[in-house]
């Protein structure tokens, strides 16, 4: 129940300290390398315990391979540090490449979760934009970055369940988003080690091959209905972003530079999308970003010029400074056995009428933010990204990905499964997610437009609670 990131999120820089000797979940001793357990502390009403454990990079060769370190969290309720127990929950991020919250007192889900379960445990710590410079060519970055998703992360999983838990009982899984994901590859691949496991806006497309262009021509059909409520809702910021694309358009270079570095164009303004449409609270934050665009004019003869707050504010919300993996990684967690060859972009081709920026602020129309989509063009603009260009090249024209989904095994299913489905969910497609939903067996389903992607984060008590009632057979389900 603690706080674990996206596979990527994860794995951490290569061991380099001495690990002490140390007990495992039985009292065992941990081997010199594979498991350091530190101690309790405290936040309020919490009692939390930090495990790292040294695992293979590469599952397939665990002899010959280098090593990386996943950090584990676990978390009880407080003052039930030395109660015995065998109910593990392992929380599974969104993603990929954000890390999890850090747990500060015993609230939403986690106080909930406490309730009924003695510990869990959290994977974080991402690669960041110095880890991945120090590798000496892009190719070597991609074969680095290739054991990164989801099939890894199930591997991961179990090498700790079966030095973590008691007697290495299986343990429940709740997946959020991408975590979901990675969950239905634990499904696919090692049902064994569950013992019910709980989606929330997290059932993947399974198809063979890249399903990457069907994921985002849903995607893109959702985003223009978040962009046309946006602007139903707060009708001046149309001509208060067409303003903002014209000024940027016409600015030498057709943007103006980023404290951090970059340039934000009228392309970039866009991603602001990527958060604003599709979480709780996201149409708000976005709208009251808007009130602060430009520096007040001070003399008569001064120069229009946009607030260094709003371009500091900008480049808060897109994150590719700290999780450089989101955007490197993106398109691949769709892929199969075959590549992507940018799939966002060419599906933004399709609708490129509707989300040219600078011909809508020229006609004075609504200006289309987009969503979860990766551009090529992002690793020219955004500074972060700048080093790693060839790098998602290579990654976007690789063909050999391994399988993260076998629809067999779902079809055989006899692990419970209870998942939050969002109506309106702008990056996990509802009917996307109602296919593949029917290819898991016994799989028990809560359809709901109350909440929107963000549901576990706004109102994590009650999504929690739905769906171990449901588990439980003490809800309604559908």
């Not at 270079?253 to 303004?269: D, F, H, Q, W």
Request: with cysteine.
């Amino acid at each position: 129940m603690a706080a674990p990131p996206p596979p990527v999120s994860m794995l951490v820089a290569p061991l380099s300290l001495p690990i002490p000797e140390n007990l495992g979940a039985n009292g065992e001793r941990c081997s010199y390398e594979d498991h350091i357990t530190g101690d309790w502390y405290y936040v309020p009403d919490l009692s939390l315990r930090d495990h790292r454990f040294s695992v293979p990079l590469d599952h397939s060769h665990p002899h010959s391979s280098a090593k990386i370190v996943i950090f584990a969290r676990e978390v009880v309720a407080g003052g039930k540090e030395k109660q015995a127990s065998s109910s593990y929950l392992l929380f599974l991020q969104g993603g990929p490449g954000f890390e999890s919250p850090r747990p500060t007192e015993a609230s939403g889900w986690i106080k909930k979760a406490c309730e009924d379960y003695h510990r869990g445990t959290g994977l974080s710590t991402p690669l960041t934009v110095s880890n991945l410079s120090q590798f000496k060519s892009s190719a070597e970055l991609v074969n680095h970055l290739k054991h990164f998703r989801a099939d890894n992360i199930v591997k991961d999983a179990e090498f700790i369940r079966t030095r973590l838990v008691p007697n290495a009982a299986p343990w429940t899984v709740l997946g959020q988003s991408y975590g979901g994901f990675c969950a239905v590859t634990y499904l696919s691949f090692a049902p064994d080690g569950l013992k019910s496991v709980l989606l929330t806006g997290g059932i993947p497309p399974i198809g063979n091959g890249c399903s990457a262009e069907t994921v985002y021509r849903a995607c893109f059909e959702q985003v223009v209905h978040q962009n046309e409520k946006f602007y139903r809702r707060f009708p001046q910021d149309i001509p208060a972003v067409c303003e903002l694309v014209n000024f940027l358009s016409e600015s030498k270079g057709g943007g103006v530079p980023l404290p951090a570095g970059g340039i934000l164009t009228p392309k970039g303004l866009q991603v602001l999308g990527l958060t604003g449409l599709g979480s709780g609270g996201g149409f708000e934050r976005l709208h009251y970003m808007f009130e602060r665009i430009w520096d007040p004019v001070l003399f008569p003869q001064g120069d229009k010029q946009i607030s260094y707050y709003f371009l500091k504010a900008f480049e808060n919300w897109v994150e590719f400074d700290t999780n450089p993996i989101y955007a490197l990684l993106h398109e691949s967690i769709y892929c199969q056995g075959a590549s992507s060859q940018w799939s966002a972009q060419k599906i933004r081709c399709e609708y490129e009428s509707i989300f040219d920026p600078i011909t809508a602020a020229k006609e004075n129309r609504p200006v289309f933010f987009t969503g979860e989509m990766i551009f090529p063009w992002m690793f020219d603009e955004f500074h972060a990204l700048k080093p790693f260009k060839e790098a998602a090249h290579l990654l976007a024209e690789k063909e050999d990905w391994p399988s993260v989904y076998d629809v067999k095994a779902l079809n055989r299913n006899q692990v419970p499964v209870a998942a939050a489905v969002y109506f309106e969910d702008m990056y996990v497609n509802f009917n996307l997610a109602m296919e593949t939903a029917s290819e898991i067996a016994g799989i028990r389903l809560w359809v709901t437009n109350e909440y929107m992607h963000s549901g576990l984060r706004d109102s994590g008590s009650q999504v929690f609670d739905q769906l171990m009632g449901i588990l439980q057979g003490k809800k309604p389900w559908f």
